[in-house]
């Protein structure tokens, strides 16, 4: 993708573009065979209710289980895979997976909801909305368990089309969720008529909460907006107890973070539904 990687081409020299194309390659033809021969998984991540401790809902988060390499996380393949234009089948990969896994924790007596990340590309999908609608008669999922996460960069990259398209997500009773709220390019304007469900606070707003004060205002300002909008408002990346002191616990929905669970395989997490549940 020469656009993306743009003038620092220039300073590569011959030898080393070569390389870098040729691994790239060569990455891209094991993610193709990855894909294929279902090494891809999905660990989850629960959201916890800060002041009963209930597991509320879990993140799906894609992990790459190389037969050589061991697990690979998404940071490290998901660019390629952009890139490729393998992430639209890692995307329906991942979103059937998280279907069939909420129908059978259901079918278990523990029906949670699943939030499953969109990339830029299958987000901006025409047929994105009936290819959800069909997952979920044939997986059947009752919609409300099911919710999606997009970022605001891709809101904005063309807010009238993703309007339309969150209209028609919500519109089969799917959630929609706002990830990495305050890292993209923030804009109040699309939060004034857009119909979301949530918003997922970026945890670059929790890291340093206990040390710098604008931290610790911004945050919690990013919380009581979320709560008077009437939307969830989850924290993401808590890791201490002292970083969960610093967040109004009253108005927010929930946390995700370290503090109470790292991703778990599918087990763990079943294991954790029965013991709460
Ligand atoms: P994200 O959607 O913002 O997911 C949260 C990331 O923060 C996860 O990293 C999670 O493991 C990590 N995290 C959670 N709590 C903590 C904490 O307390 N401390 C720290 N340091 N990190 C925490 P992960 O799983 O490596 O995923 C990275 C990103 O890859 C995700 O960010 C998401 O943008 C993308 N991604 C993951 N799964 C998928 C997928 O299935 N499809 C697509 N398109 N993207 C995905
Ligand atoms: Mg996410
Ligand atoms: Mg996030
Ligand atoms: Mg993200």
């Not at 002041?51 to 998901?78: C, S, T």
């Not at 992430?87 to 991942?94: A, N, R």
């Not at 990495?180 to 857009?194: A, E």
Request: hydrophobic share 40%; proline share 4%; charged share 25%.
């Amino acid at each position: 993708h020469a656009k993306k990687q743009g003038k620092n081409n220039y300073e590569l020299s011959k030898a080393e573009l070569h390389a870098s194309n040729f691994e790239r390659f060569h990455l891209e033809n094991m993610l193709r065979k990855a894909i294929k021969e279902e090494q891809l998984e999905l660990f989850y991540q629960p959201q916890v209710n800060i002041v009963d401790e209930k597991v509320v809902a879990v993140e799906a988060l894609v992990r790459w289980r190389h037969p050589e390499y061991g697990i690979i996380p998404p940071n490290e393949f998901i660019p390629i895979a952009e890139d490729s234009g393998l992430i639209l089948e890692i995307d329906d990969f991942v979103l059937r997976k998280a279907c069939q896994q909420i129908h059978h924790w259901k079918q278990l007596g523990n029906p949670i909801r699943i939030s499953v990340n969109l990339s830029a590309q299958q987000f901006m999908q025409k047929n994105l909305p009936d290819k959800i609608a069909t997952l979920l008669k044939i997986e059947k999922v009752p919609p409300n368990l099911l919710e999606l996460e997009i970022t605001e960069s891709m809101v904005m990259q063309d807010t009238k089309m993703s309007a339309i398209q969150i209209e028609k997500i919500r519109a089969l009773g799917v959630k929609v969720a706002i990830d990495d709220f305050g890292t993209g390019h923030s804009s109040y304007q699309y939060l004034k008529n857009f119909p979301i469900d949530s918003l997922k606070i970026d945890r670059i707003f929790i890291n340093d909460v206990e040390t710098n004060r604008n931290t610790k205002a911004i945050l919690n300002s990013m919380i009581n907006l979320g709560h008077d909008l009437n939307l969830q408002v989850i924290v993401e990346g808590v890791e201490t107890e002292e970083q969960l002191s610093n967040l109004d616990s009253k108005k927010c929905s929930a946390v995700q973070g370290y503090y109470f669970y790292k991703p778990m395989e599918t087990g763990r997490i079943q294991e954790l539904l029965e013991r709460k549940g």
